[in-house]
């Protein structure tokens, strides 16, 4: 797991709500829709194409956020469970039909 640096210089598409930080994270603010087997998460993007191969698992952990921006910012401590169990990525991205 980790937090993708924007490299200076360079400008890619980010949701709506991204606060503005030179790495790719969002806002809080979504309300995640959850099912006996499955967690849907609406993401405003005006095109979902650029995350369409994207893959995930759900992870719950500690986050610490450091002071400096780089150094690093945010570090992940304490995972306390994978909801795949092994790490495997099985979550895909996919458009509202």
Known sequence: MKVKDIAPGTKPKMPKTWPGLPIFID?????????????????????????????????????????SVHSPLLCIENVFKVASGDLSLPGKISPLK
């Open 27 to 67: 806002s809080p603010g979504y309300s995640p829709i959850l099912s006996k087997s499955s967690i849907e998460v609406r993401v405003p993007l005006d095109n979902i194409s650029i995350a369409s191969e994207g893959k995930f698992d759900g992870v719950t952990a500690g986050l610490r956020v450091n002071e």
